[in-house]
């Protein structure tokens, strides 16, 4: 039996993201039970799309990030609030020199806005090797939306199978 708000992959797996060509950038989406763990798998799947070649032996460090979007005007949008947090993943891979390996999000709301709070493992980005560099998340086309029981969200150019609710799916575009 199928658990509602799942894919699974041709071998049984179970399947939270696929990337897709799309002119001269490459399109993540990204499929979730919940909105925290969207948020992880987003992340996850930025550095997936640099195709990363990842040594077999490497030294695990843990860690908090945060990514804040305050609150001007009673505007907290989640696809926002996603955005400043695949920006903090981006900034700590390429400047920082942590890659991503694991990470739990906790999303929370305060008066001050929405913040991500997260515990990661990461390890030496430097000891990895990408075959894509993503330049930057786009915030053309960015869609961040929860899927109600029985509503089905078709799939992309076949390449992204269909999303049957209860769930929630990000589209994002990577500049690469």
Known sequence: MRARGTCKSQSGENVSRW?????????????APNLEVLFQEAALGILEAMS???P???R???GEWHASLLDREGATDDDVLLLSWLDEVLFQAQHEHRWLVDVSVV???????RHVRAIVSH???RVIERSVEVKAISSHGLLVREVQEHRTIVGINGVVPDLQGPAWYADILLDV
């Open 19 to 31: 990337i897709w060509p799309s002119t001269a950038d490459l399109g993540l989406r990204v499929m």
């Open 52 to 54: 990363p070649t990842v």
């Open 56 to 58: 077999e032996a490497f």
């Open 60 to 62: 695990i460090t843990t």
């Open 107 to 113: 999303l929370q709301q305060d008066s001050l806005g």
């Open 123 to 125: 390890t030496d980005g």
